[in-house]
């Protein structure tokens, strides 16, 4: 994190781990928030202290969040995230393709950073890999590893208001 030192002059702040990181106990998948913005972010000069709690998204701001996928067969408590997608009120319950599939009122930008991974909606799916960039517009969506090697994501969700708008 950059900063600016008692003269003004620009700095480094923090290089090192997320302070904010976890191994999901929905999932096998470890979790780091590096930034957030609005009515989630901590407050101080660290938005996303250890510890702190998100949502899929932070009302009236944007979280900088980097997930690490494992291989889809890795599941083997699929219970345990059905109940964290209904507690989050965005699990898809229409027939979902797939174990993740859900919906979040919000606009992401899902950045894979390495290895693999499906970007599966309902009508359709497109294959993942290191540098590209899908724009996720607030429809059903999942994230599908059929790999045998995890894949690391960054994400920038924005909150989207009433009318549909950042």
Request: glycine share 8%; hydrophobic share 35%.
């Amino acid at each position: 994190m950059t900063g600016e030192d008692a003269q003004g002059r620009s700095t480094i702040l923090s290089d090192g781990p997320a302070p904010n990181h976890f191994m999901a106990d929905y999932a096998p998948s470890f979790v780091q928030v590096l930034w957030a913005t609005g009515e989630s972010a901590a407050e101080g000069q660290e938005p996303a202290p250890a510890g702190h709690k998100f949502g899929f998204h932070s009302p009236k701001g944007s979280i900088l969040r980097i997930v690490d996928f494992p291989p889809d067969d890795t599941y083997t408590r699929k219970d345990r995230l059905t109940d964290f997608l209904d507690t989050h009120g965005v699990r898809d319950e229409n027939a979902p393709r797939h174990f993740w599939f859900h919906k979040t009122e919000s606009l992401d930008y899902a950045i894979c950073l390495s290895g693999e991974i499906h970007a599966l909606l309902d009508e359709d799916e497109t294959v993942m890999t290191a540098g590209d960039v899908l724009i996720q517009r607030a429809t059903n969506q999942s994230w599908s590893n059929r790999s045998d090697a995890p894949c690391r994501m960054a994400f920038v969700l924005m909150a989207l208001d009433e009318d549909g708008s950042v």
